[in-house]
């Protein structure tokens, strides 16, 4: 079993739709998490920041954690066709990790006008 | 702010030549670099973690012998494809977290170099 799982899509939204990304770990030791937007051909892009559970809002998209499920999600709100691009969640913990990334393996969104 | 600058962004090398791929933090020192190394369709696999004055600690399976990596400042870490074969062809990507940050604070990526070996 991976340590993180995130459905790989693809997912095709219409142009305005609300988009929900969602990811499930395994490791308790995770407390940091992020999520990160790759264009075509381009390293990825930190869109969200969180650490522990709960929810964090910044403009359309929203970033929520839920320890106690060990489940992540990101809304994307008014989607656009500039939001087409590969979401990478991503996870790192205390102990020994020295703050390495642990990725899902990113969920390819279309939004169509 | 908090740019990471990857060079090239694009090589294409014969069987059995090295390629050097540098990575550099513009507007901040890292004393932490990482590695990684990304197949079409697929996550990131971290390669290796590239200290600032230190030896660099590799991921199990990576050769350290034929990923050479050298952190000689806190804005500069290069990786070196030794000998490379065509099953090196792949998108490499360096990371960098800002020294002033917390250790699990964000990294921050390049662009990635997409490498072809014929």
């Known amino acids: 079993q991976k340590e993180v799982e995130q459905d790989p899509g693809p997912l095709s939204v219409p142009e305005g739709a609300i988009v929900s990304l969602n990811c499930t770990y395994s490791?308790?030791?995770?407390?940091?998490f992020m999520w990160y937007r790759q264009y075509s051909r381009k390293g990825p892009e930190l869109l969200m920041y969180?650490?522990?559970?709960g929810n964090k809002e910044d403009g359309r998209f929203t970033a929520q954690v839920d320890k106690s499920s060990k489940y992540i999600s990101l809304f994307i709100r008014d989607s656009q066709p500039s939001d087409s691009a590969t979401y990478l969640c991503?996870?790192?913990?205390?102990?020994?990790?020295?703050?390495?990334?642990?990725f899902g393996q990113g969920t390819i969104l279309t939004v169509h006008p | 702010g908090a740019v990471v600058s990857q060079h090239p962004s694009r090589v294409i090398c014969k069987s059995g030549t090295s390629v050097k791929i540098e990575c550099r933090s513009l507007?901040?020192?890292?004393?932490?670099m990482f590695w990684y190394r990304q197949f079409p369709k697929q996550s990131l696999m971290l390669m290796a973690t590239?200290?600032?004055?230190?030896?660099?600690?590799?991921e199990q399976g990576v050769e350290k012998d034929k990923f050479l990596i050298n952190h000689a400042s806190l804005t500069l870490s290069t990786l070196t494809v030794t000998s490379a074969h065509p099953e090196d062809s792949s998108f490499y990507i360096c990371?960098?977290?800002?020294?002033?940050?917390?250790?699990?604070?964000?990294?921050?990526f390049g662009n990635g170099t997409r490498l072809t070996v014929t």
């Open positions: 990371s960098a977290r800002d020294r002033k940050g917390l250790y699990n604070s964000p990294l921050h």
């Open positions: 490791n308790s030791a995770f407390q940091y």
């Open positions: 969180t650490y522990s559970s």
């Open positions: 991503a996870m790192s913990g205390g102990g020994t990790s020295y703050g390495k990334l642990t």
């Open positions: 507007d901040f020192q890292a004393t932490t």
């Open positions: 590239s200290n600032e004055g230190s030896k660099a600690t590799y």
